[in-house]
């Protein structure tokens, strides 16, 4: 059984809004900060958001930021980004990982390795 489960990616064009959904269907990342993610073609991977185990704190990617909204329901073991404003240089696949350590914040900065279990992402086209 996956760990983490991603959901809601797709092929939308410039403007518009897509919702993804992190799935934790063994309910382990409850205590855990989690993150988003992402890695362009030929590009590095991008720690897009970030929430605290709690949902008190959270942190976004100067590109994103302003667009997108990270959130969790721990209730439904789900972390939820909030895309709006798609652009092109948004198109990535997108993970969903959970930190290595459980109440820990550690950033921001983030970096990809700062997380040490991840989902098999999403992809998510954005058209010009």
């Known amino acids: 059984q996956a760990l983490l489960v991603e959901s809601g990616g797709g092929l939308v064009q410039t403007g518009a809004s897509l919702r993804l959904s992190c799935a934790d269907p063994g309910r382990t990342f409850s205590s855990y900060t989690m993150g988003w993610i992402r890695q362009a073609p030929g590009k590095e991977r991008e720690v897009v958001s970030t929430?605290?185990?709690?949902?008190?704190?959270?942190s976004y990617a100067d590109s994103v930021r302003g667009r997108f909204t990270i959130s969790r329901d721990n209730v439904k073991n789900t972390v939820y980004l909030q895309m709006n404003s798609l652009k092109p240089e948004d198109t990535a696949i997108y993970y969903c990982?959970?930190?290595?350590?459980?109440?820990?914040?550690?950033?921001?900065?983030?970096?990809?390795?700062?997380?040490?279990?991840w989902g098999q992402g999403t992809q998510v086209t954005v058209s010009s």
């Open positions: 929430i605290s185990w709690n949902a008190y704190t959270t």
């Open positions: 990982a959970a930190d290595r350590q459980p109440l820990s914040y550690s950033g921001p900065p983030f970096s990809p390795a700062d997380f040490g279990s």
